[in-house]
């Protein structure tokens, strides 16, 4: 085992400045752009509801804090629009939850 883990590492080794800038220019594109919506959720009727809307979001890659409210039947979301969209976001509450969403104002 030792000796393929000798003979690996010359190669390794050479092929580092090759992949470093590629993951550095990766990562200098993958900017952070965050976003907040209030989203109507006139369906949301019970205590669990808010809990069920805000656990479907809150697994959405890019989705960095939701809140809910059952008073004012609302989400709030903020998310890095670089990963995700207000109408994923909106796909994802129709989809797991079943309710229909509006942003707020609309």
Partial sequence: MKRILSALAPSFLLALPLVLPAVHA???????????????IDQMSTPSCPVLVKAAVRKLNGVVKVETSLEH??????????????A??????????????KVAGD
Avoid: C, H, M
């Fill in 26 to 40: 990766a990562a200098q594109n993958a900017t952070p752009q965050f976003a907040a919506s209030v989203l109507r």
């Fill in 73 to 86: 039947k609302t989400a709030t979301v903020e998310y890095d629009a670089s990963k995700t969209n207000l």
């Fill in 88 to 101: 994923e976001i909106q796909r994802i509450i129709k989809q797991k939850v079943g309710f229909d969403s």
